[in-house]
């Protein structure tokens, strides 16, 4: 097992890397080799917690449904859990990363967390973007937050950073980061050179929810559709603390956060913080989350 030096704060402060890679679609043994292979890099480097692209072992543009199920895997026993909980063990890692989900005849885009006792557990994406709409079922699971030995952790990929209910939900639920494993594509009359749609979500998700988001997205061109690079790492104040990333290179984003910083920097002067200041009795409190669980 690897040993990491203790973080300055001496304990809540982690290293996070997010994995800029090129998956190809249909390749999924050479996929996982390469994931682990970048991941095992970032752990060289002190990461505790990995974030790797939306459906990074199987690709992401299927022909048919036929594919996308020959490149699906179940959760439990598939082999990218066995291969990251071994890899995990071994490193003394949290490893997030999205795969093709077989779960019956039901197909899910689905995002795995993984640490060094196992799997901690698992999320469907909620929002489909575009054909993924052939392939997958919408997510059923809601939107969990995973207690781990270095924090509270949440999900979410790729279009679900569209919905401001994505980072409420999760926030109300006590997340202090939330990994975001994704496939981010140019945006409809998108200026040219114009950083990415999904990089100024981000950084407005994280800013009025007071949560970390690490994002890792793919490059490449996949059967005619490009990808947009720009993984990025936002701090819970909304701003950038490492990358965007480049458009089309290999590469890891990293950064040192102290996670309870979400919770303990979450007012931005004297008055105002923003989950306090939400007027429900203006407007009711329409995400259906318990109130009585939310961490302000």
Excluded at 68 to 82: H, K, N, V, Y
Excluded at 204 to 221: E, K, L, P, Y
Aim: charged share 20%; hydrophobic share 45%; aromatic share 10%.
């Amino acid at each position: 097992m690897t040993s990491h030096a203790p973080m300055p704060d001496g304990g809540s402060t982690i290293r996070v890397a997010c994995i800029q890679m090129e998956p190809k679609v249909a390749e999924n043994a050479a996929n996982l080799a390469l994931a682990i292979g970048l991941a095992g890099q970032a752990a060289d480097r002190g990461a505790r917690l990995v974030v790797l692209p939306e459906l990074c072992t199987s690709g992401y543009v299927f022909r048919t449904k036929a594919e996308a199920r020959a490149g699906a895997e179940a959760l439990t026993d598939g082999p990218s859990l066995r291969a990251f909980e071994t890899f995990c063990r071994e490193r003394d890692l949290f490893v997030a990363f999205g795969f093709a989900e077989r779960d019956g005849e039901a197909l899910y885009n689905s995002a795995a967390l993984v640490g060094p006792g196992g799997l901690v557990g698992s999320y469907r994406k909620a929002h489909l973007w575009g054909e993924e709409n052939l392939f997958f079922e919408p997510g059923d699971r809601g939107f969990p937050v995973f207690q781990t030995a270095i924090g509270r952790i949440g999900m979410a990929i790729c279009y679900d950073v569209w919905f401001p209910e994505t980072f409420r939900l999760m926030a109300l639920q006590g997340a202090e980061i939330v990994c975001v494993p994704t496939n981010w594509v140019p945006m409809p009359d998108q200026p040219a050179g114009q950083l990415a749609m999904a990089n100024m979500l981000t950084m407005a998700g994280a800013h009025t929810n007071s949560v970390f988001v690490a994002c890792a997205d793919r490059i490449g061109t996949e059967r005619g559709q490009p990808f947009e690079g720009q993984s990025l790492i936002v701090g819970c104040n909304g701003w950038p603390v490492a990358g965007p990333a480049s458009r089309d290179r290999e590469e890891i984003v990293i950064a040192d956060l102290d996670l309870l910083d979400a919770r303990r920097k979450r007012a931005w002067n004297a008055f105002n913080q923003p989950l306090r200041d939400r007027r429900t009795d203006v407007y009711s409190e329409l995400l259906g989350a318990d109130i009585r669980r939310s961490w302000y």
